[in-house]
Nanobody, 127 residues
């Protein structure tokens, strides 16, 4: 069972990127999926989560109005569309999945609260 992130890269402030999280070996639509990030020298933090059934979405205050999480069950993929990027968004972005986590608690979750993690994709926002 694997999660594979892609779509990271270097972008200027104000720019956009779309990250993808593809599941391998299991069906993502049965899981709550979260995006987390870890900036250099900082702790990992939750960015956004999407529920397994209703498609309810949750965001950290720091990204509300700029980031959008969505899922394409046919492609077994969850996306994170990131607009109006700021220098402080620079981090390694990870996706994670869990079948039992309370969806409303996902953004605040710790590492051990979710069963499956990808290896991350680096996003660098710089001029």
């Amino acid at each position: 069972l694997q999660l594979v992130e892609s779509g990271g890269g270097l972008v200027q402030p104000g720019g956009s990127l779309r990250l993808s999280c593809e599941g391998s070996g299991f069906t993502l639509d049965n899981f709550v999926i979260g995006w987390f990030r870890q900036a250099p020298g900082k702790e990992r933090e939750g960015v956004s989560c999407i529920s397994s059934s209703s498609g309810s979405t949750y965001y950290a205050d720091s990204v509300k109005g700029r980031f959008t999480i969505s899922r394409d069950n046919a492609k077994n993929t969850v996306y994170l569309q990131m607009n109006s990027l700021k220098v402080e968004d620079t981090a390694v972005y990870y996706c994670a999945a869990d079948a039992f986590i309370e969806q409303s608690m996902c953004v605040a979750a710790e590492y051990d609260d979710l069963d499956y993690w990808g290896k991350g994709t680096l996003v660098t926002v710089s001029s």
